[in-house]
């Protein structure tokens, strides 16, 4: 047997064991600091009426920005979602980006839309317009028609349009419930420094849908799908909730955030370069305010929900998982002079680091150490405590961290009432760490070779809609 290969397998195992405990760590405490503030914002918001604070402080104008291409399945249920949203006075403006199935006509004959002007009020530079619509029965309801250039493209082409002083980006196929603006513009009307707000993202699929409102809240038949409402319960509830306690939220999710408009055209906008435009977005907004010593505040708020349907297909989940690993990786480079900067405080010396080393580079760290773990054991020299060891930190306190996710939810809001609906979600907590993790990770692999190779591109995705059988080709 060749002399170092037993040195450099077990080296590799004791950087892998370190890492899997520094970044099963780091979520552990964010899972800590994200119970203490969901309690705090429980007992908070029992005293809080949002609807009076709203009458009270004067609930600042809004407008909805929802991008839409290839959404035909979906897009009129979300529409008329955001029809029935209860805020005072909001805009709605879908941009159809070149949409290449039945988008356009879809919408303008569900809404009755006719041509009608409306002109610029900034000058981010975009694709070409083709035309604005305007919906005959309901005013404040939008259209613009322009050609393909992608979603960030399309987001700087509806920020063009608005004229508000804050604006929510969303997907076209999200459902937002109707008090979610309500509930996410509070930080906006508590702390003026605000410049960005996001919400909590649910997963659609297995729930009853009704002319845009979500009727009946219920798990996927699909595991792929039921896996993932398990992984969007652990990052949005234990982790961003968690960073948003340390005060170093970093991501606002594309579906669903507003934004003080003034802000982010001073910042340029999105960045169309890059296929992770929400992400990068929010650390370039970061970065301004605190290069120009601009007093502001980025937070996430638990309670605002906005519901997506998501990929049942290994394929389509692939090039989802693809594509935000890439989206990831291109924003930390291109903004790696924040990492362990003081200047930046809680993100430059906590979130940016975590993201960094664990999330960007952490997928072929994992990959490396089952493998290296797998080929200890079958050459005969893992002792039985080392193998221990590494499945306690590997596999026990992964599945520990999306148990107690799961806990987190029932004693917060409890969306899933059914007892059969929450023994199902203690049960992926524990099945998601024997495999499903593993493939998660060579798919976030893909997506680093895919960044390293500048190989860029959304992948097409499919989605089946609201209620509905058939899917759709949509980005």
């Known amino acids: 047997m060749t002399s170092w290969l037993p040195a450099l397998l077990w080296t590799v195992n004791g950087l892998v064991l370190v890492y899997f405990l520094l970044i099963n760590g780091s979520y552990l405490f964010t899972s800590i600091m994200a119970f203490r503030a969901l309690n705090r914002h429980r007992a908070r918001m029992g005293s809080v009426d949002v609807h009076e604070l709203i009458a009270q402080a004067g609930a600042p104008p809004l407008t909805l920005i929802a991008p839409a291409f290839n959404e035909e399945a979906t897009c009129v249920e979300s529409i008329r979602s955001l029809l029935t949203l209860d805020y005072p006075e909001h805009e709605i403006i879908v941009v159809n980006d070149g949409s290449r199935d039945g988008t356009l006509q879809v919408l303008v004959e569900a809404f009755e839309m006719e041509r009608v002007p409306r002109h610029s009020t900034s000058d981010i530079a975009t694709a070409a317009i083709r035309g604005t619509w305007r919906s005959r029965w309901h005013p404040n309801l939008w259209l613009v028609d322009k050609e393909n250039g992608g979603k960030a493209d399309a987001l700087n082409a509806g920020l063009c349009f608005c004229r508000t002083p804050l604006f929510c980006a969303m997907d076209a196929d999200s459902i937002l419930e109707r008090d979610a603006l309500s509930r996410v513009v509070r930080p906006f009307l508590e702390d003026r420094h605000t410049v960005a707000a996001g919400g909590l993202i649910r997963i659609a699929n297995g729930c009853d849908v009704d002319s845009g409102v979500v009727t009946r809240v219920g798990l996927p038949r699909s595991l792929l799908a039921r896996f993932q409402v398990l992984e969007y319960l652990r990052a949005f509830l234990a982790g961003r909730m968690g960073w948003e306690a340390l005060g170093a939220t970093m991501i606002i999710s594309g579906a669903f955030g507003v934004f003080r408009r003034s802000t982010v055209v001073e910042a340029g906008g999105f960045a169309t370069d890059t296929v992770g435009e929400d992400l990068e977005l929010v650390i370039r907004l ?190």
């Open 286 to 475: 970061h970065r301004h305010c605190v290069d120009r010593n601009i007093p502001y505040r980025i937070t996430f708020v638990p309670d605002p929900v906005a519901w997506t349907e998501a990929p049942e297909s290994l394929r389509v989940l692939g090039r989802q998982r693809d594509r935000w690993q890439r989206g990831l990786s291109e924003a930390l480079v291109r903004h790696r002079g924040m990492l362990f900067r003081r200047r930046y405080g809680p993100v430059g010396m906590l979130a940016f680091p975590h993201f960094f080393f664990l999330e960007m580079i952490g997928p072929a760290v994992e990959l490396i150490g089952f493998a290296a773990f797998f080929l200890t054991i079958l050459l005969g020299w893992a002792t039985p405590t080392f193998i221990i060891a590494f499945l306690s930190v590997a596999v026990l306190l992964g599945m520990a961290l999306s148990v107690l996710a799961v806990g987190l939810e029932e004693i917060s809001f409890r969306r899933y009432p059914r007892f059969r609906d929450l023994i199902h979600l203690f049960g992926l907590a524990i099945l998601e760490n024997l495999g499903y993790r593993q493939i998660n990770s060579w798919w976030r692999i893909r997506g680093m070779i895919r960044f390293l190779r500048r190989q860029g591109g959304w992948g097409e995705m499919t989605r089946k809609g609201f209620g509905a059988r058939g899917e759709v080709a949509a980005d």
